[in-house]
Each structure stands twice: as C-alpha cells, then as structure tokens.
C-alpha cells in the first residue's frame, strides 16, 4: 500500500471515529436551535429548518426568578473552592509520602491506594449521616470542605510519582542552606511541580463542574444550585420538558469545559506525560 493511499486510509478513519465522538455535542446544538415542535420530528438532522435563539433566551431566564446565571455563579464558586483545596491539600499529602520518613508510612500508603478502589456509593450514606449531624446540609460545606482536609487519593498518587522522579540532591542543597522542611516544600518541590498541578487542576475542575450526584444529595435550596441541578428543572417527567432551553442551557454549561481545555490542552498532556518520568 502506498504511503499517500495509508495515509488517506488513516486520516478518514480517525475523522471518521471524532465525527462520531462529537456528534451528540453537535446534535445537542442543532437541537438547541431548533423550535420545539422539530426537535424530535427529524431527530437525525444536524440542520435546523429555522433557527430559533429564543430558547437561549428562555433557558437564561431560569426558573421563579432565579436566572442560570446564579446557577452558574454557584457552580463557579464551588469549583474554585474545591479545585484550591485539592491543590493545597493534595501537594502536602503527596510530598510527605514521598519525602518524609514516618511510623506506618506503608500502612497508610496502603491504605490510600485502597480508597482510589471504593465506590463512592459505598461512603455516601456514612459521609450523609456525618454532614446532617453537622448541619452541613443545604450548604456548600460538604462539597468544599472536603477537598481541604482530605484532596483526592489519585491526585495524591500522581504527585507522588512526579515528586519521586525530582533528584533528592535538591532537598540537600536546600538543608545545607538552612531550609525547613515546610521551606523545601514550597520553595523547591512545589515551583517544580506546576505540570502536575495544572493536571490536577483541569481534572479537578472537570469533574466538580460535572458533578451532579453531590449537589443532588446535600442542596435543597434552589438559590444554591449549581448548573447540573438547574438543568435537570428544564425537566419533569410529570409535565413537559422544555426541550429547547434544555439543550440551549447543555451548549452553555459545555462553555467553561471548551474553554479550560482549549487554553490548558498543553499543560494536561504535560503533566500527564512527564509523571513518574525519572
């Protein structure tokens, strides 16, 4: 097989497999422009007959005065809170199970690799139980506070690997100059590690801007709703779903998502790359 027809071979497939990939995404945005009555008549078509910007209009305009714009503020709030603190806390567990000699190192080691392999479903009632006690409930204290004390067990193993790969020279150079162990930290380990947390950081964001099983489970208040939560008020099951500002609204929310990788593409594929790199 010639070179140009292997290569003709390779590109129509691979842009054959992303057209795939993307087609709910693009189908969701025909949806979204598409009148009510002609969402599901010619479902298959990625073309609207006419274009139809009231549904952004609409989807906006929220629900008993609250617009999606709170909703968005909320989901922006919560994910800067919890993207921070799972920095914060993150880095200092990794470097001390890289860096520092401690009685049942390996227990506790263990013991975070077990984690990484719980269902969340198994911690959801306990962690309930805990947060109702408290009167966390209805608040964002069980979605935030959380990733300041504990981080995240595979964002720990990450920065783990990538600490394990910095010479140790450094950390001796740094003593001999007079430098703590808290100094080490943030003065050697931590600029050094700014692929790793650009990594964490794109994850972290992700996956709490997406979260829809938190917000459901502790927030009652409709004021303090995130995005998921608000979309899911575009629809009832027992009425009519608003398909149309249901869509529009989905397009919006992808916005920060797009955003966030489009800027930050460089820094993940980095990250990821060069941990556990000696």
Request: glycine share 8%.
């Amino acid at each position: 097989m010639k070179k140009s027809t292997r290569s003709f071979v390779f590109h129509f497939f691979t842009i054959s497999i992303g057209f795939v990939m993307l087609y709910p995404i693009l189908w969701t945005l025909a949806s979204s422009l598409k009148p009510e009555s002609e969402v599901f008549k010619n479902a298959a078509s990625l073309i609207p007959n006419a274009l139809e910007w009231g549904n952004y209009v609409q989807g906006w305009k929220g629900f008993g005065g609250i617009t999606f714009g709170s909703f968005f503020l909320n989901s922006g709030l919560v994910t800067l809170l919890v993207v921070i603190g799972t920095l914060f806390s993150s880095s200092l567990v990794a470097f001390g199970f890289a860096r520092l000699d401690f009685k049942f190192k390996r227990v506790l080691f263990i013991c975070l690799l077990g984690t990484i392999m719980l269902p969340t479903q198994v911690t959801l009632i306990p962690q309930y139980v805990l947060f109702h006690n408290l009167g966390w409930v209805n608040t964002y204290n069980p979605l935030t506070l959380p990733a300041f004390f504990g981080g995240s067990a595979f964002f720990i193993f990450l920065m783990i690997q990538f600490i394990k790969g910095i010479p140790r020279e450094l950390d001796e150079a740094a003593v001999i100059d007079g430098c703590s162990t808290f100094g080490i930290f943030y003065r050697i380990i931590l600029p050094l590690m700014k692929p790793t947390l650009a990594t964490v950081a794109i994850f972290s964001f992700y996956w709490t801007w997406d979260d829809f099983m938190g917000p459901l489970i502790y927030l009652n208040d409709p004021n303090l709703f995130t995005v998921s939560l608000g979309l899911r008020l575009f629809s009832d099951p027992s009425s009519v779903t608003e398909w149309g500002p249901l869509f529009a609204m989905s397009i919006v929310s992808l916005l920060p998502v797009f955003i966030i990788f489009l800027f930050f593409q460089k820094y993940l594929v980095e990250g990821i790359s060069t941990t556990g790199l000696k």
